[in-house]
């Protein structure tokens, strides 16, 4: 069993940053590992959509068209924590963000149902 529990939303205005945090861990006695680590966003009344990924190996970052320039995927093994740099916000990045875990190998990462594990989610309001 893994858990994920996101830190670092808030309310932002226009133009400003934020990071969110997501923390990792396994039950107890267990090592956490996963294949990759990712970002996804719910903005009310829309479907989740993919925000960015990293391969837990840190050999590859993917962001959606949306956020590429602005937000930044990374991680810290040590800490078994992946962050997300968002920077100049719109408001329609407006969003529940929620961070998900895959355990096992995927065929794509930029995809929710390749991920087994998520987090309860994080709110990020951008006011205009």
């Known amino acids: 069993q893994v858990q994920l529990v996101e830190s670092g939303g808030g309310l932002v205005q226009a133009g400003g940053s934020l990071r969110l945090s997501c923390a990792a861990s396994?039950?107890?006695?267990?090592?956490?590992?996963?294949?990759?680590m990712g970002w996804f966003r719910q903005a009310a009344g829309k479907e989740r959509e993919f925000v960015a990924a990293?391969?837990?190996?840190?050999?590859?970052?993917y962001h959606a068209d949306s956020v590429k320039g602005r937000f930044t995927i990374s991680r810290d093994n040590a800490q078994n924590t992946v962050y997300l740099q968002m920077n100049s916000l719109k408001p329609e990045d407006t969003a529940v963000y929620y961070c998900?875990?895959?355990?096992?190998?995927?065929?794509?990462?930029?995809?929710?149902?390749?991920?087994?594990?998520w987090g309860q989610g994080t709110q990020v309001t951008v006011s205009s």
């Open positions: 998900a875990a895959a355990t096992a190998a995927r065929r794509t990462v930029v995809v929710g149902t390749s991920y087994n594990y």
């Open positions: 990293i391969l837990w190996s840190g050999v590859a970052t």
């Open positions: 396994a039950a107890s006695g267990r090592t956490f590992s996963s294949y990759a």
